[in-house]
């Protein structure tokens, strides 16, 4: 079955970086875009950012755009985001899932919590 697993996050004050990544298991990795989401407490969850099958394409959502990198490895079947510049407003639990626009699987990880703060 489709699995992810997501692992990096944790407590980092204003002006830090992150890593995150995402361990996709159950189907084949290269064969889809892969996204990153995330939902902050009391709100929706939402699109941070996408990759093409090959990496060569991303999007961004522009709460993030110019300090969030998404990237994957196809031979690891692993998705990452480098986060950069943290503000609290980046605090939330951030998935992930396959597809561009709409998730390509209905299970979700547990996620990994990201929590900005001074």
């Known amino acids: 079955q489709v699995q992810f697993v997501e692992s990096g996050g944790g407590l980092v004050r204003p002006g830090g970086s992150l890593r995150l990544s995402c361990a996709a298991s159950?189907?084949?990795?290269?064969?889809?875009?892969m996204s990153w989401y995330r939902q902050a407490p009391g709100k929706e969850r939402e699109l941070v950012a996408q990759?093409?099958?090959?990496?060569?394409?991303?999007n961004y959502a522009d709460s993030v755009k110019g300090r969030f990198t998404i990237s994957r490895d196809n031979a690891k079947n692993t998705l990452y985001l480098q986060m950069n510049s943290l503000k609290p407003e980046d605090t939330a639990v951030y998935y992930c899932?396959?597809?561009?626009?709409?998730?390509?699987?209905?299970?979700w990880g547990q996620g990994t919590q990201v929590t900005v703060s001074s």
């Open positions: 899932n396959g597809g561009w626009r709409v998730p390509s699987f209905p299970s």
């Open positions: 159950g189907f084949t990795f290269s064969t889809y875009a």
């Open positions: 990759i093409s099958r090959p990496g060569d394409l991303r």
